[in-house]
């Protein structure tokens, strides 16, 4: 990506089993520029993998057999300038050709607008994606589209409250088609972490929004594999979880982002463990989210009844 004449590039790194039937497990941050913590969340669980890797046997083991793929900043100019936006002025993640199914009044700006580039939330142009946009679904459709199995996790913050997983769909109040599997995570990480604080909510409970870029590559994902399962989800990180005893909330950058090192430090220690479990999730999928018919239609019933 480039900004006033520099080059700032996209950095990835691949970890783990090469082949192409390989489940898939994918990490993704500073989407938005001004929400570094999701950046250096995910840095963080590459350190904790990194130094497991060279004691713990079971982390070598499950590297043996699950593809991980990080790409910690997609917005580098929107980091570095320390906007949302990117350097175009475009909101990446309302960039996608993908339309919300009806309009909410009275409008709603933070849905995504094509009004101009000079208010938040521009989508960008209708006719082409941006550069990141396009570098995050061309590298998803060459490392991931063959898989039988994905699970990504997208890291934003600045959405007050609680600490929430949100899943398909943004642009939609219908439930996406793997529902059913989704249910079955939930329910894995309630009986695994039984105290955890994440509200699991699909993102469209709080607000639907235009462009959204999983809902797109999400469609591509079931053209390619009509078999397959993909959880596309979003760690939304609740910014009252380092405001509450701070000071500094009349900064607005505080908001989406923990300016006492000490509480980035807990932010980290709070969430590393969620990336653990689903990496074991996604190393273990054919034990709890290969659903027999029977079983698919219960839990898509007890979505239904859970989430609409």
């Known amino acids: 990506m480039t900004w006033e004449g520099a080059s700032l590039p996209v950095r990835v790194l691949t970890l783990g089993a090469q082949r192409a039937d390989a489940p898939v497990f994918i990490c993704v941050g500073g989407v938005h520029g001004l929400e570094r913590i999701g950046a250096q969340v995910v840095l963080g669980f590459i350190e904790t993998l990194v130094s497991a890797v060279r004691w713990d046997r079971a982390v070598s083991d499950m590297l043996q057999g699950v593809r991980l793929l990080f790409l910690p900043v997609l917005n580098p100019v929107g980091v570095m300038i320390g906007r949302r936006s990117n350097g175009h002025g475009v909101d990446l993640m309302r960039n996608a050709p993908v339309d919300a199914d009806r309009w909410e009044l009275p409008l709603k700006l933070y849905r995504g607008q094509r009004l101009t580039r000079h208010l938040p939330w521009y989508r960008g142009r209708a006719d082409a994606l941006e550069p990141e946009s396009t570098a995050l679904c061309q590298w998803v459709a060459r490392e991931a589209m063959s898989s039988p199995f994905v699970i990504t996790l997208d890291v934003h913050s600045g959405f007050f409250g609680a600490d929430r997983i949100w899943f398909p769909y943004a642009r939609s109040r219908t439930l996406f088609p793997h529902i ?129």
């Open 180 to 308: 059913a599997e989704m249910l079955a995570l939930k329910t894995l990480l309630d009986e695994t972490y039984p105290r955890h604080r994440y509200l699991v909510e699909p993102q469209a409970t709080q607000y639907t929004t235009h462009g959204d870029l999983w809902d797109y590559i999400y469609d591509g994902y079931r053209v390619a594999q009509p078999e397959g399962i993909f959880l596309p989800l979003t760690l939304e990180l609740g910014a009252s979880a380092w405001l509450r005893k701070s000071l500094r909330f009349l900064d607005k950058s505080a908001f989406f982002h923990p300016l006492e090192p000490r509480r980035t430090k807990r932010v980290l220690r709070r969430h590393i463990p969620l990336f653990e479990f689903l990496l074991r999730a996604v190393y273990s999928w054919e034990r709890w989210a290969k659903l027999s018919s029977q079983g698919r239609a219960t839990e898509t019933l007890r979505a239904n009844a859970l989430w609409t």
